[in-house]
């Protein structure tokens, strides 16, 4: 008898531990974001330009980093990637590399290179606090991350969920 209570109590817990651990309904995936509105988080990046040019001129104390994100041409593709901005003059930036660009231009971490401004994809100032200012393809990005994902960009990134919901 006593075997026949544990075996049915045993098949109890499984049923209700099967039913409770159910398959998690699955994620409505979140589309990538289209050509256009990459191409007007680029136009926009290009229309406030200014402001990190004036960054650059003056900076805040607030400011933790100013970036520029940079297009590299290889014979058939091409890379987009963060620098750290240092001078503008007629035209062009004179940029540092944050990291390596694994095309063929041989661009180096810490490697000065001068980006003309139609190579400019994006630019981001991020504040001590958070704030974010500018990085419109960030912000368009974040919009495109499952909650999940926005939580943990959040988290490696330190950013505020707000400035990255801001419109600019």
Known sequence: MHK??????FLLVCVVLITSCGLAAPETPIPPATD????????QAHSTLNIVR????????????VGLKIRVYGEAEYEDI???PLDYYDG???TQMVEGVALTQGFHPEQFVRIPVENVIDWMIMEDDGTLIGGYTIKLAYLH???EEQK????VTGYTIESLLKKD
């Open 4 to 9: 026949v209570l544990q075996l049915t109590f």
């Open 36 to 43: 256009e509105e990459f191409n007007a988080a680029v136009d």
């Open 54 to 65: 004036q960054a650059l001129l003056a900076p805040e104390p607030s400011y933790a980093f």
């Open 82 to 84: 963060w620098t750290e």
């Open 92 to 94: 062009a930036f004179t």
């Open 145 to 147: 991350m499952t909650p």
């Open 152 to 155: 943990e960009f959040i988290r």
